[in-house]
């Protein structure tokens, strides 16, 4: 049975935008089902008013279908959390938004990017191999994504500009 998001795809593609205050909690509800730990809508909201975090959205309608978060300090950024709703994955959809941040990063003057990933997470995995990451450290015993219980993290970094 094709569930809602399928069946809103069916009817349009996702549109792409800056993510404010106002999303956290969509934010935090969609980053709540695809991770093992979530964040309050107050935790979100505090992340969303950081001026140094650079937040964007995937809309369907009315409805977040996906983020990006990423929070600068001089001229590094880390990418906090990225999601796509389970019924709008493999769609191209976790790529578009992690190039329209680097995009806005890069214009923010930032020159590279790092991030902490699950060792198994592999559809992670392959969004940032095919954006131009690459593995630079690991970390033993992390928490971070539902398949990837207390497992490795890897550190990926990817230059911009
Ligand atoms: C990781 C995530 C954001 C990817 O979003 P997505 O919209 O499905 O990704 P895309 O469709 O843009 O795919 C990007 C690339 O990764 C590959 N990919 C995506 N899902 C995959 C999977 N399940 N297995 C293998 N490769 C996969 C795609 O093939 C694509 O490469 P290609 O275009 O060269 O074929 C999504 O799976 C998600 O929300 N996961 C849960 C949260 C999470 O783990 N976030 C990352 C934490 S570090």
Redesign the pocket.
């Known amino acids: 049975m094709m569930d809602l998001v399928s069946r809103l795809f069916s009817r349009g593609q996702p549109v792409l935008s800056d993510a404010g205050p106002a999303d956290a909690e969509a934010i935090a509800a969609?980053h709540a089902a695809?991770?093992r730990r979530g964040w309050s809508d107050s935790e979100m909201e505090q992340l969303l008013v950081d001026p140094n975090v650079v937040a964007d959205r995937a809309l369907l309608g009315r409805d977040l279908v996906?983020f990006?978060l990423t929070r600068r300090a001089a001229d590094e950024a880390e990418?906090l959390?990225?999601?796509?709703?389970?019924g709008?994955?493999?769609?191209?959809?976790?790529?578009?938004?992690?190039r329209r941040n680097l995009q806005r990063l890069a214009g923010l003057d930032v020159r590279a990017v790092f991030?902490?990933?699950?060792a198994e997470?592999?559809?992670?995995?392959?969004?940032?191999?095919?954006?131009g990451f690459e593995e630079v450290g690991k970390r033993e015993r992390y928490y971070?994504?539902?398949?990837?219980l207390d497992s490795t993290a890897l550190v990926l970094r990817r230059e911009l500009g």
């Open positions: 969609l695809s991770f996906g990006i990418i959390s990225i999601a796509v709703d389970k709008a994955r493999g769609r191209g959809l976790g790529r578009k938004l992690l991030l902490e990933v699950g997470n592999a559809p992670a995995l392959a969004l940032y191999d095919r954006m971070g994504h539902d398949l990837t």
